[in-house]
C-alpha cells in the first residue's frame, strides 16, 4: 500500500501542472457566465505545449489560473505540487517565484533599461549578491542576442527585441513552468521562429516546462503538443476532448 | 572579505520612475519646495514675533525679575511699589537690586516732525541695566538731565538718527513734548509692540511722564549672588513678600512676555494657520504627483506583482518615491528660506533666524506631508490586478 501511494506520488512530481475537471465563471446570478469548462490537462517536465483556439474562448483564463493569478472556484488545479482550489495569496505570490510569464504586450518596465529589466526578475533569486544578480541579466541577455543592447531603454528597442528582454526576465528567475501569451504575434515570421526556438532550447536545457497560447501556424511543428480549446473545453489537436 | 550588503542592494527602482519624467519631476519638487517655504516663512515669522517681543527682556542683567500681577505684557505694564524692590535685599543671596521704569512715549521725528510712539525705559545710569558690553560707559553719559540713549535697530520713521549721530551732529528732538539729547546708540532692536527703543535715566523717565508717581516702578531687576539658585528664591520671595508684586526667574520672565503674543492675541494662530495652509497645499501636490506616477506605472506594477513580487515591496517603492520627494524639495526650500529670512532681517530688523528647532520641525513637516501622501496614493495600487496583463 506504501509502495503504491510513492509510485502515485512519483508520478504525480513529474507533471509541472496537473488539471481535473476545472471550471470558472465570471460575473454574477443572471450575468454568470462559465468560460472553463471541466477542464482537464496534464504538463510534463520539459514540455512545450501550444494551446490554440478562437478569441474568448478561455484560453487567458486557463493561463491566468495556471499562472496563480485568479483564485481557483471549481476543480483541483495542481502547480508544481501545489494545490491552488483554496490556496492563500501568499502560496500564490510564492508560487509565482516559479512561473516565468510572457506577455503579449512585453510589459517591461519603462523606466529600467534592458539588462535592469531582466535583473528585475534575477532579484527573485534569494541569496544571491547584487553583481551575481546583474551578472545572471547579464548573460540571459547574452543569451537571447541583445548583450550590446543591456544599456537601451525598452523605447530604443524594437519589438522583437523587446519580446527577447521579455523572455530573457522571465527565464532569468530560474522558472520550472513557462506561460507565454501570443509571443510572436507582434513579430516576422523569421523573428517569430527564432523566438520560439530559443524558448525551446532554453526550456529544455533547464527542464521547464512551456505553455504557449498562440495563433500562430509557423509554430506548430515545433512543439511536443497541440492543444484546441473551444467554449471553455480543451481538444486534442485531433479534436478529441481531453 | 565578505559584502554582505550587496545582498541588500536592489536596482534602485524608485528612483528611475521619479526621474523618468523631469519636467514631472520638477513640478513635485516645485511645489514641495513652495510649501516647504510657506511654512518656513509662516514659523518664521512667528518665531520671530515671539524673539522680538522678548529682544531686551533678554538683554536684562538679572536673575529675578519683580512686575506687578495686573501687568499683562510690556506693552500694558502696571506699576508696583519701588519699596518692594528693596526689601528683596532682605534675602541673603539677593546682591544688588535695580528700579526700572518702562512705558511708551511720543518720539518726534527731527527731520520731519512726525510724531512715533516708543518704548522708553528708565533706569539708574549707576545700576547695571543690560547684559551688553560697554553698556555702562555709555549709561554713563545718561547721569546728565534730558538725555537718551537711541535704539539704532529703531525703525526709520523715527528719523536719521544714528546718520547724524555719527557724523557728530548734535541730535536733538521732543520727547512726550519735551527736549531731549542723544547721548548715545545702543542695539536693541525692533519688536511688534515697539518700533523702537530708547533708554534715559530714571530722572528724566519721570521728567517726561510726570504722571508716573516716583514710587512707582514697572520692572525691578534683581542680581543674586554666584551659585544661588533663582527657582528657590523666585518662591521664597513670593511667599515672603505682598501681593501687589510677582517674582519671576527670568527665564519665567521671557516666557510671561511670549504667552502674551502666543495666547492673548491671534498673531501665533493665524501665522500657525498659515504654516498649516502650506503644509495642505504641498499635502495635495505631493499626492497629485504620486497618484498619477501610480497611474500610469499601474501595468508595471501588476507586472511585478505576476512575477512574484509582494504588493508591499511596491507599497516600498511608492513609500521611497515619497521620501525622495521630501529631501529633493526640502533642499530648495531650506535654501530660499535662508535668502528670504535674510532678506527679511535686513528689511525689517525683525530677528527671524534658521535655528535648529524650525530646521528640524518643517523637515519632519516635509516629510509627513510626502510619506503621507504616498501612503494614500498607495491605495491605488490594490487596482493593479496582474491577471488583467494577459
Not at chain 2, 554582505?4 to 519638487?29: D, G
Request: proline residues 4%.
Amino acid at each position: 500500500m506504501v509502495k503504491a501511494n510513492k509510485s502515485k506520488n512519483n508520478v504525480k512530481n513529474l507533471k509541472t501542472v496537473s488539471i481535473n475537471n476545472l471550471s470558472h465563471f465570471y460575473g454574477k446570478n443572471e450575468n454568470k457566465k462559465q468560460v472553463l469548462n471541466d477542464v482537464n490537462l496534464n504538463i510534463d517536465k520539459g514540455e512545450l505545449v501550444l494551446l490554440k483556439g478562437p478569441s474568448g474562448c478561455g484560453k487567458t483564463t486557463l493561463l491566468t489560473l495556471i499562472g496563480a493569478l485568479r483564485t481557483c472556484q471549481s476543480g483541483d488545479l495542481t502547480v508544481l505540487n501545489n494545490q491552488l482550489n483554496g490556496a492563500s495569496r501568499k502560496t500564490r505570490q510564492i508560487l509565482r517565484r516559479s512561473i516565468g510569464m510572457i506577455f503579449q504586450g512585453h510589459n517591461l518596465l519603462r523606466c529600467l533599461t534592458a539588462e535592469q529589466n531582466v535583473q528585475m526578475g534575477a532579484d527573485l533569486i534569494k541569496g544571491l549578491t547584487y553583481l551575481q544578480r546583474r551578472e545572471i541579466a547579464r548573460n540571459w541577455l547574452s543569451a537571447v542576442g541583445l548583450e550590446e543592447h543591456h544599456k537601451k531603454l525598452p523605447n530604443d528597442l524594437s519589438g522583437g527585441q523587446k519580446q527577447r528582454v521579455a523572455i530573457a526576465r522571465a527565464l532569468s528567475a530560474n522558472p520550472k513552468l513557462l506561460l507565454a501569451d501570443e509571443p510572436t504575434s507582434a513579430l516576422d515570421s523569421v523573428t517569430g521562429r527564432e523566438i520560439v526556438t530559443l524558448l525551446r532550447k532554453l526550456a529544455k536545457e533547464q527542464n521547464c516546462s512551456v505553455l504557449m497560447v498562440t495563433h500562430d501556424p509557423r509554430i506548430s511543428d515545433m512543439a511536443d503538443r497541440i492543444l484546441n480549446m473551444e467554449d471553455g473545453k480543451i481538444f486534442s489537436a485531433h479534436s478529441e476532448l481531453i | 572579505m565578505s559584502f554582505s550588503f550587496l545582498k541588500f542592494r536592489k536596482i534602485p527602482l524608485a528612483w528611475l520612475l521619479l526621474t523618468r519624467q523631469p519636467l514631472r519631476l520638477a513640478v513635485a519638487i516645485a511645489g514641495i519646495s513652495f510649501a516647504g517655504i510657506l511654512m518656513f516663512m509662516q514659523l518664521g515669522f512667528r518665531d520671530g514675533l515671539f524673539d522680538t517681543s522678548v529682544t531686551i527682556h533678554k538683554l536684562l542683567d538679572a536673575d529675578l525679575v519683580l512686575i506687578s500681577p495686573r501687568s499683562k505684557s510690556s506693552i500694558s505694564m502696571s506699576g508696583f511699589p519701588k519699596r518692594r524692590l528693596i526689601q528683596t535685599l532682605a534675602v541673603e543671596d539677593v546682591e544688588k537690586t535695580a528700579p526700572v521704569n518702562l512705558n511708551y512715549l511720543l518720539w518726534r521725528n527731527p527731520e520731519n516732525l512726525k510724531t512715533r510712539s516708543i518704548l522708553a525705559l528708565g533706569f539708574n545710569p549707576s545700576d547695571s541695566l543690560l547684559l551688553n558690553e560697554g553698556f555702562s560707559k555709555k549709561a554713563y553719559k545718561l547721569r546728565n538731565p534730558s538725555r537718551v540713549l537711541f535704539d539704532k535697530l529703531s525703525r526709520p520713521e523715527f528719523g536719521p538718527i544714528e546718520k547724524w549721530f555719527l557724523s557728530e551732529k548734535k541730535v536733538e528732538t521732543e520727547v512726550a513734548g519735551k527736549r531731549v539729547i542723544v547721548e548715545g546708540l545702543v542695539e536693541l532692536g525692533p519688536s511688534f509692540g515697539a518700533d523702537g527703543n530708547l533708554i534715559t535715566s530714571r530722572e528724566t523717565f519721570l521728567r517726561l511722564f510726570p504722571a508716573n508717581p516716583p514710587g512707582s516702578i514697572e520692572i525691578g531687576l534683581v542680581k543674586l549672588k554666584k551659585g544661588s539658585d533663582p527657582e528657590l528664591i523666585s518662591r521664597i520671595l513670593n511667599n515672603s513678600l505682598p501681593n501687589d508684586v510677582r517674582v519671576l526667574t527670568k527665564n519665567q520672565f521671557i516666557e510671561f512676555e511670549k504667552n502674551y503674543w502666543k495666547n492673548s492675541t491671534a498673531i501665533g494662530f493665524i501665522f500657525s494657520l498659515g504654516a498649516l495652509m502650506g503644509f495642505v497645499v504641498g499635502c495635495v501636490v505631493v499626492y497629485q504627483i504620486l497618484y498619477s506616477d501610480v497611474t500610469d506605472h499601474l501595468p508595471e506594477y501588476a507586472t511585478l506583482l505576476a512575477m512574484g513580487y509582494r504588493i508591499k515591496s511596491l507599497f516600498f517603492v511608492v513609500a521611497r518615491e515619497g521620501f525622495l520627494l521630501a529631501l529633493f524639495g526640502y533642499l530648495p526650500a531650506y535654501f530660499c528660506g535662508q535668502i528670504l529670512y535674510s532678506v527679511i532681517r535686513s528689511s525689517t530688523k525683525l530677528p527671524i533666524i534658521m535655528d535648529a528647532e524650525k530646521t528640524i520641525l518643517i523637515f519632519v513637516l516635509v516629510l509627513v506631508m510626502c510619506m503621507g501622501s504616498a501612503a494614500v496614493a498607495m491605495r491605488k495600487l490594490v487596482d493593479a490586478d496582474p491577471a488583467e496583463i494577459f
